[in-house]
């Protein structure tokens, strides 16, 4: 018999090869590398994925494990080099290249190549000099692990400006004193003039001796008047990355919102001293701090995000109107709410090493009474309007801790406009008509508001 035995078994799990040496009485256990190679234990790329927009153009890796990678830029002519570890190239990963738009604001094409064994290059040429971020992002909701290029424009335009020279911007400054509409445009003939005078119109002081009864003018007489040019923040929910709430038809929450918004910011740019900043005007996805800094940054005087709201059992129905709370949730609803908005930056995806949380905390501190009681007043008369077209969730407006929702100096509310997961609302969330009557009841609540609580021509901080 042989003074040495030898037994070979495979684990069924990760065939690796273990061989027993039986010699003298002594057992040897040897464990030899798996017999497959390194390429197949390298990490998968499941999604590429690209969202241009004018802010900032973002490249989505979607993959199975987390990766590792490193980036460096380069001049003359202007590119991002960024090299990934641990994964081949694949038919996946390839698809980048295609995804590229000719109409991406910073990304001309990119190149893909495996540099190295386990290690793929890519090459962004670029159109003009970008900050990259470059972050990974933990599994979440339906997401596997992700690797997010983020190309921000090294000089950020200013925001005003851009609107300026797109057109949508009329050029009076917030808290400047505009002259009177008829000083400012041809007066119309009795055949152009609008049934009832617009709210937002400037009209010198009455001549009490006009009237035809020659009495002085009652307060229900009186047309509210507007000495400035009035911002008001419309904030399309979600985008991008983060596609909400979505319906069993397959619409996404992202879309529904921003179609509304954009009708919305139509009919208020018809109104005379109103104009419209849309912290989105595309899919692309804004982090809930942004959201505020934009609205603060054009000093607007309103802010109101655009939701469509989904529950667990698809029965719940009905629009809601919601303001921040100092105190706490003035339901569990609104706390599961404000909880599940909120964790928009987790879905959306956010780099947490540049996240300030500083300025989270400060915008949390600063957010006032005052500015509470006005966005209640404001949430109640868009309520009421809303309530015209759609059952309401609640009859009253409700409060919780919503992020997008902290802006210390300006009155913000957050519509939900209707539950997406009801199969007979998302009908109507998708239906032109609903969204042209939500629209119009949004308006007709922020004229409204605006005519018991006329904008002061002040100083805001900065």
């Not at 490249?59 to 960024?82: G, M």
């Not at 879905?347 to 300030?356: M, P, Q, R, T």
């Not at 919503?402 to 969330?429: G, Q, R, W, Y």
């Amino acid at each position: 018999m042989s003074s040495s035995t030898e037994i070979c078994t495979k684990s069924v799990k990760s065939k690796t090869r273990r061989t027993v040496l039986k010699a003298g009485g002594t057992l040897l256990i040897s464990i030899v590398a798996p017999l497959t190679s390194m390429s197949a234990r390298a990490a998968q790329i499941l999604a590429v994925r690209v969202w241009p927009a004018d802010d900032y153009t973002r490249v989505t890796l979607e993959n199975d494990t987390e990766l590792k990678a490193t980036h460096f830029l380069i001049q003359n002519p202007d590119r991002l080099v960024v090299d990934i570890e641990g994964i081949e190239l694949n038919p996946t990963l390839k698809e980048l290249v295609a995804k590229i738009q000719s109409n991406d604001p910073y990304i001309k094409q990119v190149r893909v190549g495996q540099n190295r064994p386990n290690v793929v290059r890519l090459v962004f040429d670029l159109k003009e000099q970008v900050n990259p971020q470059v972050f990974t992002l933990d599994p979440i909701g339906n997401y596997k692990n992700r690797l997010v290029f983020d190309l921000y424009p090294l000089n950020p335009p200013d925001p005003i400006a851009v609107m300026i020279q797109k057109g949508e911007w009329p050029t009076a400054e917030p808290g400047e004193i505009v002259p009177p509409v008829a000083q400012t445009k041809p007066t119309p003939t009795p055949a152009q003039q609008a049934p009832n005078p617009p709210l937002a119109r400037v009209d010198p002081k009455p001549d009490n001796n006009s009237r035809p009864d020659n009495k002085p003018e009652s307060k229900a007489d009186k047309v509210p008047t507007m000495t400035r040019m009035i911002t008001i923040a419309l904030d399309p929910g979600h985008g991008g990355e983060d596609p909400g709430a979505i319906g069993r038809g397959g619409n996404r929450e992202k879309d529904v919102v921003l179609a509304i918004a954009k009708r919305l910011k139509a009919k208020i740019e018809q109104q005379p001293n109103m104009r419209v900043m849309l912290t989105r005007d595309a899919d692309f996805f804004v982090p809930l701090g942004m959201r505020v800094q934009k609205a603060r940054k054009v000093q607007a005087d309103l802010f109101v995000s655009i939701h469509a709201d989904a529950f667990v059992t698809p029965t719940a129905r009905g629009s809601s109107v919601f303001a921040l709370s100092e105190k706490g949730a003035t339901s569990t609803a609104a706390r599961w709410m404000a909880n599940k908005e909120n964790a928009a930056d987790l879905i959306g995806g956010v780099n947490i090493k540049s996240h300030d949380r500083q300025l989270a905390s400060v915008l949390l501190d600063l957010s006032t009474t005052a500015q509470i009681n006005d966005s209640m007043k404001l949430a109640s008369a868009v309520l009421n309007e809303i309530g015209g077209i759609n059952k309401l969730h609640k009859g009253s407006v409700e409060q919780a801790g919503f992020a997008v929702l902290k802006a210390p100096d300006i009155p913000s509310i957050l519509i939900e406009t209707a539950f997406i997961s009801n199969p007979e609302e998302e009908a109507k969330l998708t239906d032109n008509a609903y969204q042209d009557k939500m629209a119009e009841a949004v308006l007709t609540g922020i004229k409204k508001y605006f005519s018991h609580n006329p904008p002061l021509a002040k100083n805001r901080m900065t």
